[in-house]
Protein backbone atom coordinates (compact mmCIF):
# COMPACT_ATOMS: atom_id res chain seq x y z
CA UNK A 1 0.00 0.00 0.00
CA UNK A 2 0.90 3.40 -0.99
CA UNK A 3 2.43 5.53 2.09
CA UNK A 4 1.43 9.29 2.67
CA UNK A 5 3.71 10.54 -0.82
CA UNK A 6 3.32 7.54 -2.74
CA UNK A 7 4.31 5.82 -4.31
CA UNK A 8 1.00 6.15 -6.47
CA UNK A 9 -0.06 3.80 -9.36
CA UNK A 10 -1.49 6.00 -11.85
CA UNK A 11 -3.06 3.77 -14.91
CA UNK A 12 -3.72 5.66 -18.28
CA UNK A 13 -6.69 4.43 -20.30
CA UNK A 14 -8.10 5.14 -23.55
CA UNK A 15 -8.94 4.13 -27.15
CA UNK A 16 -5.78 3.88 -29.13
CA UNK A 17 -4.68 7.03 -30.77
CA UNK A 18 -5.90 9.59 -28.32
CA UNK A 19 -2.59 10.61 -26.64
CA UNK A 20 -1.73 7.98 -23.80
CA UNK A 21 1.72 7.46 -25.25
CA UNK A 22 2.49 11.25 -25.67
CA UNK A 23 0.86 11.95 -22.06
CA UNK A 24 3.66 9.00 -20.80
CA UNK A 25 6.77 10.89 -22.40
CA UNK A 26 5.36 14.01 -21.19
CA UNK A 27 5.28 12.52 -17.79
CA UNK A 28 9.07 10.72 -18.56
CA UNK A 29 10.54 13.52 -19.88
CA UNK A 30 12.28 16.66 -18.48
CA UNK A 31 9.36 19.15 -19.55
CA UNK A 32 8.37 19.23 -16.17
CA UNK A 33 9.20 22.69 -14.93
CA UNK A 34 9.00 22.17 -11.39
CA UNK A 35 11.52 18.80 -11.98
CA UNK A 36 14.06 18.67 -14.62
CA UNK A 37 15.31 15.34 -13.77
CA UNK A 38 14.20 12.47 -16.09
CA UNK A 39 12.36 9.75 -15.70
CA UNK A 40 14.16 8.15 -12.38
CA UNK A 41 12.92 4.62 -13.50
CA UNK A 42 11.34 3.66 -16.46
CA UNK A 43 10.93 0.20 -17.69
CA UNK A 44 8.63 -1.65 -19.70
CA UNK A 45 6.47 1.37 -20.46
CA UNK A 46 5.95 1.99 -16.39
CA UNK A 47 7.88 4.79 -15.40
CA UNK A 48 8.23 6.34 -11.79
CA UNK A 49 8.92 9.61 -10.90
CA UNK A 50 8.72 12.07 -8.18
CA UNK A 51 6.98 15.22 -8.77
CA UNK A 52 5.67 18.58 -6.33
CA UNK A 53 2.44 19.25 -6.09
CA UNK A 54 1.13 22.07 -3.71
CA UNK A 55 4.55 22.50 -2.04
CA UNK A 56 4.84 18.70 -0.91
CA UNK A 57 6.63 16.06 -2.89
CA UNK A 58 4.65 12.82 -4.40
CA UNK A 59 6.13 10.08 -6.15
CA UNK A 60 4.08 8.87 -9.07
CA UNK A 61 4.30 5.61 -10.77
CA UNK A 62 2.72 5.90 -14.37
CA UNK A 63 1.64 2.67 -16.27
CA UNK A 64 1.02 3.34 -19.92
CA UNK A 65 0.47 -0.53 -20.83
CA UNK A 66 -2.96 -0.64 -22.14
CA UNK A 67 -3.39 -2.04 -25.31
CA UNK A 68 -7.11 -1.36 -26.83
CA UNK A 69 -6.17 -2.92 -29.95
CA UNK A 70 -4.59 -6.20 -29.14
CA UNK A 71 -4.44 -7.13 -25.23
CA UNK A 72 -6.99 -10.12 -24.21
CA UNK A 73 -9.39 -9.11 -22.10
CA UNK A 74 -8.44 -10.75 -19.35
CA UNK A 75 -5.11 -9.00 -19.62
CA UNK A 76 -7.06 -5.25 -20.20
CA UNK A 77 -9.21 -6.45 -16.99
CA UNK A 78 -5.94 -7.54 -15.39
CA UNK A 79 -4.70 -3.63 -15.84
CA UNK A 80 -7.86 -1.72 -15.20
CA UNK A 81 -7.19 -3.16 -11.58
CA UNK A 82 -3.75 -2.44 -11.17
CA UNK A 83 -3.99 1.59 -10.32
CA UNK A 84 -4.58 3.19 -7.34
CA UNK A 85 -5.94 5.97 -9.38
CA UNK A 86 -7.05 6.60 -13.42
CA UNK A 87 -6.70 9.10 -16.49
CA UNK A 88 -9.32 8.47 -18.51
CA UNK A 89 -8.61 9.58 -21.55
CA UNK A 90 -10.22 10.33 -25.42
CA UNK A 91 -9.72 12.66 -28.18
CA UNK A 92 -11.85 15.35 -28.84
CA UNK A 93 -11.30 15.07 -32.15
CA UNK A 94 -12.73 11.10 -32.07
CA UNK A 95 -16.82 11.07 -31.01
CA UNK A 96 -15.95 7.05 -30.79
CA UNK A 97 -13.01 7.69 -28.13
CA UNK A 98 -15.42 9.74 -25.92
CA UNK A 99 -17.86 6.48 -26.29
CA UNK A 100 -14.70 4.37 -25.70
CA UNK A 101 -14.42 6.30 -22.40
CA UNK A 102 -17.47 6.08 -21.01
CA UNK A 103 -17.40 2.34 -21.69
CA UNK A 104 -14.27 2.10 -19.91
CA UNK A 105 -15.64 4.23 -16.96
CA UNK A 106 -17.99 1.19 -16.77
CA UNK A 107 -15.97 -1.67 -16.87
CA UNK A 108 -13.73 0.28 -14.40
CA UNK A 109 -16.52 0.38 -11.45
CA UNK A 110 -16.71 -3.37 -11.53
CA UNK A 111 -13.52 -3.48 -10.40
CA UNK A 112 -13.64 -0.25 -8.10
CA UNK A 113 -16.45 0.26 -6.55
CA UNK A 114 -15.04 2.52 -4.37
CA UNK A 115 -16.64 5.46 -4.53
CA UNK A 116 -13.32 7.67 -4.56
CA UNK A 117 -10.96 5.79 -6.16
CA UNK A 118 -9.30 9.19 -8.40
CA UNK A 119 -10.57 9.42 -11.73
CA UNK A 120 -9.96 12.19 -14.35
CA UNK A 121 -11.76 12.12 -17.64
CA UNK A 122 -9.45 13.63 -19.85
CA UNK A 123 -10.24 15.39 -23.35
CA UNK A 124 -6.96 15.12 -25.24
CA UNK A 125 -5.82 17.05 -28.78
CA UNK A 126 -7.94 20.39 -27.72
CA UNK A 127 -5.33 22.23 -29.62
CA UNK A 128 -7.49 20.77 -33.10
CA UNK A 129 -10.26 22.92 -32.06
CA UNK A 130 -11.61 23.09 -35.81
CA UNK A 131 -11.55 19.37 -35.91
CA UNK A 132 -13.45 18.93 -32.88
CA UNK A 133 -16.46 16.23 -32.45
CA UNK A 134 -16.76 16.00 -28.67
CA UNK A 135 -17.99 19.74 -26.58
CA UNK A 136 -16.76 21.19 -23.91
CA UNK A 137 -20.06 20.76 -21.94
CA UNK A 138 -20.16 16.95 -23.09
CA UNK A 139 -17.20 16.20 -21.34
CA UNK A 140 -18.23 17.87 -18.39
CA UNK A 141 -21.41 16.43 -18.69
CA UNK A 142 -19.95 13.28 -19.07
CA UNK A 143 -17.23 13.97 -16.57
CA UNK A 144 -20.66 14.53 -13.81
CA UNK A 145 -22.81 11.29 -14.56
CA UNK A 146 -19.67 9.34 -13.76
CA UNK A 147 -18.86 11.42 -10.85
CA UNK A 148 -15.50 12.30 -12.12
CA UNK A 149 -13.28 15.18 -12.25
CA UNK A 150 -13.05 16.79 -16.11
CA UNK A 151 -9.91 18.39 -17.74
CA UNK A 152 -9.28 18.63 -21.17
CA UNK A 153 -5.29 18.86 -22.35
CA UNK A 154 -3.17 19.51 -25.48
CA UNK A 155 -0.50 16.74 -25.19
CA UNK A 156 1.26 18.36 -28.37
CA UNK A 157 0.73 22.02 -26.77
CA UNK A 158 1.81 20.46 -23.19
CA UNK A 159 -1.26 22.58 -21.89
CA UNK A 160 -2.96 21.23 -19.12
CA UNK A 161 -1.09 18.08 -18.81
CA UNK A 162 0.57 18.22 -15.25
CA UNK A 163 -2.74 19.79 -14.44
CA UNK A 164 -3.96 16.46 -14.49
CA UNK A 165 -1.32 14.35 -13.20
CA UNK A 166 -1.34 17.37 -9.89
CA UNK A 167 -5.09 17.01 -9.80
CA UNK A 168 -5.08 13.02 -9.28
CA UNK A 169 -2.22 13.51 -6.43
CA UNK A 170 -4.67 16.23 -5.03
CA UNK A 171 -7.59 13.47 -5.52
CA UNK A 172 -5.21 10.98 -3.34
CA UNK A 173 -4.36 13.16 -0.96
CA UNK A 174 -8.11 14.13 -0.32
CA UNK A 175 -9.19 10.50 0.09
CA UNK A 176 -6.00 9.74 2.19
CA UNK A 177 -7.12 12.35 4.41
CA UNK A 178 -10.90 11.78 4.82
CA UNK A 179 -10.03 7.54 5.95
P1 LIG B 1 -1.99 6.38 -27.87
O1 LIG B 1 -2.32 5.34 -28.90
O2 LIG B 1 -3.16 6.65 -26.97
O3 LIG B 1 -0.74 6.08 -27.09
O4 LIG B 1 -1.78 7.76 -28.66
P2 LIG B 1 -0.41 8.50 -29.03
O5 LIG B 1 0.16 9.18 -27.83
O6 LIG B 1 0.47 7.56 -29.76
O7 LIG B 1 -0.96 9.64 -30.00
C1 LIG B 1 -1.55 9.32 -31.25
C2 LIG B 1 -1.26 10.46 -32.23
O8 LIG B 1 -1.89 11.66 -31.79
C3 LIG B 1 0.22 10.77 -32.35
O9 LIG B 1 0.48 11.11 -33.69
C4 LIG B 1 0.40 11.99 -31.47
O10 LIG B 1 1.45 12.81 -31.91
C5 LIG B 1 -0.92 12.70 -31.63
N1 LIG B 1 -1.30 13.48 -30.44
C6 LIG B 1 -1.29 13.07 -29.14
N2 LIG B 1 -1.72 14.06 -28.34
C7 LIG B 1 -2.01 15.12 -29.15
C8 LIG B 1 -2.50 16.44 -28.90
O11 LIG B 1 -2.77 16.87 -27.77
N3 LIG B 1 -2.69 17.23 -30.00
C9 LIG B 1 -2.41 16.81 -31.26
N4 LIG B 1 -2.63 17.67 -32.27
N5 LIG B 1 -1.94 15.58 -31.52
C10 LIG B 1 -1.75 14.74 -30.47
Redesign the pocket.
Known sequence: PAGPRGPYRVVLL?A???????FASIFAGAADSMDSDDCELCVDEVCEKGIEVDGEPATLTLLDRWDAETDSEWAQENHMQTGDAYLL?YSITDRASFLRASELRITLRRFRPAQHTPIILVG??C??VRRREVSVSEGRACAAIFDCKFIE?????QHNVWEAFHGIVRQLRLRRESK
Do not use: Q
Not at 16 to 22: D, I, N, P
Not at 153 to 157: L, Q
Open positions: GSGVGKTALNKDLTSAAM
